[in-house]
């Protein structure tokens, strides 16, 4: 079935350093893939998304590329912010079925001023 | 803008009890989703529902069931609660067929004591 896989948090960064958070993904076909972003106390809102191999997602100075050759969905972001502390969610919705989304496990990042 | 509410920001209950959580989403949306949040293991979808009074299983329906009377409200039962259930909630809707987006409420933390 459907999966996805997201390193390993938690993530501390310093502010303006540069961000990867690496998520991974198995599906048949050509899934769309998503990054989710929760803030404290929030629900998951929408960061970026990608439908097609070889399409870039951006959205507030992150972006992410969708690689069919290696599978994965690498989240990515120059110089981050104190207020880009949340938990961060990959995630896919496959070709078949219904409209549900497979998400990664989160990674937690905090950034320090 | 889309807004999904949820009844209860948090919610103590007994174990045995009859939990209601209840969702609310003004966009007209045709699906609607149950998931439960988990340190580690991101979200896992409980059941979903893509038309009035239509409902599917998710991943981890056992201990569940789901109600939607109306098309705006879609609602997660607890038959009798117990103290593995406790967890974050959180509901999500999508527009339709061929609509990727999911739009989440802000989640309702339970605990079952």
Known sequence: ?113 | DVKVTQSSRYLVKRTGEKVFLECVQDMDHENMFWYRQDPGLGLRLIYFSYDVKMKEKGDIPEGYSVSREKKERFSLILESASTNQTSMYLCASSLGTGSDTQYFGPGTRLTVL
């Open chain 1, 1 to 113: 079935g459907n999966s996805v896989t997201q390193m390993e948090g938690p993530v501390t960064l310093s502010e303006e350093a540069f961000l990867t958070i690496n998520c991974t993904y198995t599906a048949t076909g050509y899934p769309s893939l998503f990054w989710y972003v929760q803030y404290p106390g929030e629900g998951l809102q929408l960061l970026l998304k990608a439908t097609k191999a070889d399409d870039k997602g951006s959205n507030k100075g992150f972006e992410a590329t969708y690689r069919k050759e290696t599978t994965s969905f690498h989240l990515e972001k120059g110089s981050v912010q104190v207020s880009d502390s949340a938990v961060y969610f990959c995630a896919l919705k496959g070709i078949q079925g219904a409209q549900k989304l497979v998400f990664g496990q989160g990674t937690r990042l905090t950034i320090n001023p």
